[in-house]
């Protein structure tokens, strides 16, 4: 059965379990919400997403750790969409031929280990490491192309576009071609985690649809022209275990699904980190003296402000959490960043930014366990990356004040839009940045 055909509802609790009202589970920064929750009701139902919600750091740790069948990651991407896709977006995919079908993190058990095991190793540190000279280039570039005109959109000018070509360019992807992703870029995520309307639905079914063609065209060229890639990789290694026939539409889906996973996620979190950090002058010139402090700061901004504010499984048999009973069958997101801020974990002062916090690391923000995320090492040295170039060559960097930021409604792809930042371009510390 099609993905997006399966769309299960979770029912109203019938147990008890608090039901809130006063929950946006899709706007930007509900942390004063959360620090209550977590006191008062750890874990409650919340009707526009017709799913449970964990508030804690051990209950949203034991849901995503929990890999005894009891709990399914299915219901991670299009296995739960909050809303039907209407006929016509529904046709449009299906003309296109698109049918995601489960990748990595939403697959269980054997198939989920075949699947990771056989896309994992490019992602390991030891191959991800030498990477940061291409990554330092791609920042360097942009950086350069601003780095004099003392203003700049910086999530346009330099973050959306560093993990995107990293990803592509581990797949392989001409430089060329690469232009094919911005058109690609709209408002998915809203359809996959939001309440999308039917002008974003059917936005969405377009750019899916093209986007499908575009992932099944480079996964049937890889299995035609093998090469030093990591589409190409997959490939030999299902080949090797004898499972590449009975996997083709799993690698469309992963060809597709593994351009989202690595560039929307780190932008967003670094665009957020970005914000946060030059908010916190104190916290942002600390890793200007000290660029020694950047990677313990990209962990830290992991768990500050995640661009995965939330994650969904199934419960696959009745479940409890903080004395709440969860019925069979329901959907429940862990708040990873809720749990990143809890303070029995975090302590005290859980609420604050604070780029030297020893604990920073234990934080949810790539999950835990058998899913844990595959691409954690890559989204770090990108962050760390982008960090030491803007701390080094725009230590005065200024977020524009009273800006609004904008996010897109959904609930587990988040972060500013935009980015507006100022700086005097005569006070750039490298002779050769200045006007
Ligand atoms: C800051 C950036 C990122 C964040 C916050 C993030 C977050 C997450 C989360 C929460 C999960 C689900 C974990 C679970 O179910 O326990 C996940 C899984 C995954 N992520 Fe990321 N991610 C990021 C960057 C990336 C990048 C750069 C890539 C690849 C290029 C990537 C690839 C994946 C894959 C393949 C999975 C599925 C792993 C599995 O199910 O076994 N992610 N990520």
């Known amino acids: 059965m099609s993905m997006l055909e399966q769309g299960s509802p979770t029912t109203a609790p019938t147990t008890g379990c608090p039901v809130a009202h006063d929950f946006d589970p899709f706007a930007g920064m509900p942390h004063a919400f959360f620090e209550k929750a977590r006191r008062e009701t750890p874990v409650f139902y ?49 003309e296109s031929e698109f049918d995601l079908a489960p990748s990595v993190v939403d697959e269980d058990g054997a198939e989920h280990k075949l699947h990771r095991g056989v896309s994992q190793p490019p992602f390991s540190p030891r191959r991800v ?79 899916m649809s093209g986007f499908g063609e575009w992932a099944r065209g480079i996964a049937r060229d890889r299995l035609e022209n093998p090469g030093d890639d990591i589409i190409s990789e997959a490939i030999a290694n299902l080949r090797d275990k004898g499972a590449l026939e009975s996997s083709r539409a799993w690698l469309n889906s992963y060809t597709l699904n593994i351009v989202m996973a690595g560039h929307e996620t780190t932008a967003n979190t670094a665009a957020y980190g970005l914000v946060h950090l030059l908010q916190h002058r104190d916290q942002w010139q600390a890793l200007v003296d000290d660029p020694g402090l950047i990677p313990n700061a990209a962990e830290e901004i992991l768990r500050y402000s995640t661009g995965v504010p939330t994650w969904r499984q199934r419960a696959m048999t009745e479940l409890e959490f903080s004395g709440v009973t969860i019925p069979a069958g329901s959907v429940v997101y862990a708040a990873l960043n809720s749990a990143n801020r809890d303070e029995q974990v ?90």
């Open 46 to 94: 919340q009707e526009d997403i017709r799913g449970y919600v964990l508030t804690r750091y051990e209950d949203c740790r034991r849901l995503l750790g929990d890999r005894s069948g009891d709990v399914s990651a299915n219901a991670a991407l299009m296995s739960h969409l909050n809303v039907a896709p209407i006929p016509e977006a529904m046709r449009i995919l299906q």
């Open 129 to 207: 490491t030498p990477l940061a000279g291409f990554v330092r280039r791609q920042v360097t570039e942009r950086l350069d192309a601003v780095v004099t005109d003392g203003a700049a959109d910086m999530v346009d000018a330099m973050i959306y576009e560093v993990p995107a070509t990293v990803i592509l360019h581990m797949m392989g992807v001409p430089d060329e071609e690469m232009g094919n992703l911005k058109g690609f870029r709209g408002p998915w995520a809203i359809f996959i985690w939001g309440n999308p309307d039917d002008d974003v639905q059917l936005e969405t079914a377009k750019m």
């Open 346 to 435: 975090f302590g005290p002062d859980a609420e604050r930014l604070n780029v030297r916090r020893e604990s920073a690391k234990r934080h949810l923000a790539f999950g835990t366990g058998a899913h844990t995320c595959m691409g954690n090492h890559l989204a770090k040295l990108e962050i760390c990356i982008m960090l030491e170039e803007l701390t080094r060559r725009l230590p005065h960097l200024e977020v524009v004040p009273d800006q609004e930021f904008e996010f897109s409604p959904n609930t587990s792809q988040r972060g500013p839009e935009r980015v507006h930042v100022r700086w005097d371009p005569s006070r750039n510390p490298l002779e050769a940045d200045r006007p």
